[in-house]
């Protein structure tokens, strides 16, 4: 079985971060490992508190973790603090040194990185000042998944139009460095449309992926879903494209069989 690692904040109701990233993990076939970037207090309607990791401890994780067991595929989400983001980036040039016993580069782990900024209830994830780390952090993705609110506030493009969410996911691109971003189009009104922005030598590729918006209200935890979703998919060794799409349509059919295991919203059911 392939070893997918997600780096995450951890939410108790299983609906969204590291304990939803694991569980879509295991259900696409992939054994799971965590680290905790920050425990929060929250129930389905609101986080409540949020109370980061010690940076050296998510250094430590990381190192004793990769020493041990290399993932296929690293997923990034809630960072909580401008100095985890930097211990993260430390951590992860361990994937990238010589392998005992060899002088040749391993092959490149590929990374998700979604770059989750605020709960929706408007709790801040990631504090202010780390965003410019996040956005530095973007050259070791092999995919970036903001939402439209991420995306804008990342790249200071107005995103309200479709030449708008392009130019910020070429931002994500051409300027900090992402191999694709996928844009997620669900918090614009109407039909929702995705946007895959591939670098393709030295031009970036756009192809929009649009689809019926399920109805049913507030669903916890879907951007969590995708990117591990597709950080799955790529630790079975699928090519980023195909990735993209199953994970997309893994998502999809989650939302149509929501569950409401709390009082305030449905999680997705796989
Ligand atoms: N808690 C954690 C640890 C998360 O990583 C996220 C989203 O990334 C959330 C909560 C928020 O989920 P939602 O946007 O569904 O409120």
Redesign the pocket.
Same mark, same amino acid.
């Given at each position: 079985m392939p070893v997918a690692l997600t780096i *995450?904040?951890?939410?108790p109701t299983g609906g *969204? =971060?590291l304990q939803a990233d694991v569980q879509v993990f295991r259900s696409l076939g992939v054994h799971g490992a965590g680290v905790v970037t920050a425990l929060?207090v929250?129930d389905t309607a609101k986080?409540h508190q949020v109370l980061p990791s010690f940076p050296s401890v998510v250094l430590e994780q990381l190192r004793v973790l990769l020493r041990d067991m290399r993932p296929d595929a690293v997923k990034i =989400?809630?960072l909580a603090t401008d100095d985890i983001a930097l211990n993260v980036e430390l951590a992860l040039e361990t994937l990238d040194a010589p392998l005992p016993d060899s002088v040749a580069r391993p092959p490149r782990v590929p990374i998700v990185i979604d770059p989750?900024l605020a *709960?929706?209830?408007g709790t801040e994830?990631i504090e202010r000042r780390a965003w410019a780390r996040l956005q530095d952090l973007m050259r070791r993705a092999a995919v970036a998944t903001p939402n439209l609110p991420e995306a804008a506030a990342l790249t200071g493009c107005d995103v309200s139009s479709e030449e708008g969410v392009q130019a910020a996911a070429t931002v994500f691109v051409s300027d900090y460095g992402a191999g694709a971003a996928l844009v997620k189009g669900g918090h614009a009104d109407g039909p929702p449309r995705d946007l895959l922005a591939l670098r393709q030598g030295a031009t970036v590729v756009f192809e929009w992926q649009g689809g019926e918006r399920i109805p049913g209200g507030r669903i916890?935890?879907t =951007?969590?879903a995708l990117s591990s979703a597709i950080a799955a998919r790529l630790a079975h060794g699928d090519e980023l494209r195909i990735a993209v799409a199953a994970a997309r349509d893994f998502v999809r059919q989650a939302i149509a069989r929501a569950e409401a295991f709390g009082k305030q919203a449905r999680f997705l059911a796989y």
């Open positions: *995450a904040g951890s939410d *969204a =971060g929060t929250q986080v =989400g809630m989750v *709960a929706s209830d994830l916890h935890g =951007g969590c």
